[in-house]
């Protein structure tokens, strides 16, 4: 009988072991692997799928800007367009680059999953250029040789100028499709409930934008010589093969991704929410109220997902969840047997869904204040390059290409990331432990106080290149007697403010984002950059405008040495400290929001009272 006994508990021990240990080799976050199983912590994701996402980011990089670094000037010397019209097309066609994000995000958290989303956005981003670079070679680069700045092109048909944009467009639609869902989808590979992959997961999105700069510093460089040398079609078949190779690694690692299940058409969550609110907008809440419907989100390892707990504000939208008669519905499965009376969706919500909601009206006036933001940044495209190329370019018989001194912009990034990961972010951390070192908002405020600081190098730099310039030469083109390595610190400046602002708002908006919205966080980032763009333009328009009178043609004419672009970048400068002043007030309303998975229990009281974050 003992033997028997301890024979049984023997088993018994064994068996919970067994379990133990499947247990400890899953992940716990809900992964699943490319089969949907629970994904296995050795065989799918971190550093080993990582790299290779980084890599197939930089390849994917290096052939977006060996078309986007250039448009400006392949517009004005190849398609024959003026300084402002050119700036104001790049701007629009680096927007439609950010608003195709949206799309890629939708698809991506709602139905297709963000594997299936990268892989056909990538190929449409692969045919694009191929089309691009067929069409310079075939008829848009004629007669052979033109594009240089010398050598004007010829007048364009309107079918040739059609498939330009036609070409451009895929681009924009493969790029801006793929971008936020590849920044998602890389970390999903990092378990942010173990806590050296949740580390990991951290110094990814850093990495992520490293290896985006590090991919568009060839596109600066080789490329952008190539192209600005007139070699247009070079530079274009350059980056069709490199966007092609990082295709095909992007396939290769297939086998080790982890995935997440899509969760379906958020819109149609919001709109439940927001109908339930309405339908009892009569009913008086208790103050103190906690009975809110909440259901069991299932088994983690399974795929389930977390709660968010309940927070204070938005109180309309919390009557949603309040539980009354004639909210369920009580199926009776063809008569035979009662099934479990279920909540009707259109008039019971869990708080979950509620807070999903209350999420992304929180992050709306964030994201709106890194649109000015993107104004600043977008210059580094189009008028710094105008700039660039109105001074002295020439260093011991050799060119500088004007484009390429956004290579100053890469290495800065480098740079920075190194001195903040390395240097910055452990002092404050000793200094400050609670939170500890600097939070997300507070970086993002410390990347708008720097694109100040450009802006206002940038005007200093052009004032004094307008003294020396020559305003009677009929082309601005090199006739500044200033070098162009007086652009370096503007360059440099934008450099250390991404760092700041875009790691920063790729770490926030994915991690503050619900579980089904993940790619959408990141698109927020992309689409900021949009927007920007888009109020770039509009800003130019307005400014040529109100600026051009008889006798002066406006702040930024075809010829710079007869305008003032340095009065729009102190403009600029302007704007950015207003909107500095604008989120440091919304950074101070806003709420962290906090997950927890179904089968985990708040240690707080669950009403997320937490203060708001200093910028």
Sequence with gaps: MMMECFKLFRE????????????????????????????????????????????????????????????VLFLTRVMGQDNASAANNVSKWTGTVYIFSLLGAFLSDSYWGRYK??????????????????????????????????????????????????????IALGNGGYQPTIATFGADQFDEEDPKEGSSKVSFFSYFYLALNLGSLFSNTV?????????????????????????????????????????GNPLSRFCRVLVSATRKCRIKMDPSEEDLFEVDGGDCSAGGERRILHTRGFKFLDKAAIITPGDFIQEDNNNKKLEPPRNNPWRLCTVTQVEEVK?????????????????????????????????????GGFHIPPASMSSFDILSVAAFIFIYRRVLDPVVARVRTKPRGLTQLQRMGIGLIVAVLAMIAAGAVEHFRLKSADKNCSSCEGSSSL??????PQYVLIGASEVFMYVGQLEFFNGQAPEGLKSFGSALCMTSISLGNYVSSLLVTMVMKFSARDDMPGWIPRNLNRGHLDRFYFLLAALTAADFVFYLLCAKWYQYIEFVRPSSKSDGDGDGNGDGDDA
């Excluded at 680069?141 to 309107?158: A, F, I, N």
């Excluded at 070699?231 to 982890?258: D, I, K, M």
């Excluded at 929180?362 to 940044?377: A, D, G, K």
């Excluded at 070098?483 to 370096?488: A, D, E, G, M, T």
């Design 483 to 488: 070098s162009i390595f007086w652009q370096v």
């Design 223 to 263: 490329l952008g010589y190539f192209e600005d040398e007139g070699r247009w079609a070079l530079g274009f078949w350059a980056s069709t093969a490199s966007a092609a190779l990082a295709l095909v690694l992007f396939l290769c690692g297939t086998p080790r991704y982890r995935h997440f299940r899509p969760q």
């Design 12 to 71: 018994n021990k064994d068996g919970e072991g067994k379990i133990k240990k499947e247990e400890e080799v899953l992940t716990r976050d809900g992964a699943v692997d490319r089969h949907g199983q629970p994904a296995v912590r050795g065989k799918t994701g971190t550093w080993v799928a990582g790299v290779l996402i980084l890599v197939n980011q930089g390849l994917a990089t290096l052939a977006f800007f060996g078309v986007g670094v250039n448009l």
């Design 117 to 170: 989303t990268c892989a056909a956005f990538q190929a449409i981003f692969v045919l694009g250029l191929a089309a691009l670079s067929l069409s310079s070679y075939i008829f848009l680069l004629k007669p052979r040789g033109c594009g240089d700045e010398q050598t004007q092109c010829g007048p364009h048909s309107t079918f040739e100028t059609a498939v330009f944009y036609l070409s451009i467009f895929m």
């Design 359 to 395: 999420c992304i009206l929180r992050l709306l006036p964030i994201w709106l204040c890194t649109i000015l933001y993107s104004v600043v940044f977008t210059q580094m495209a189009s008028l710094f390059v105008e700039q660039g190329a109105a001074m002295r370019a020439t260093v």
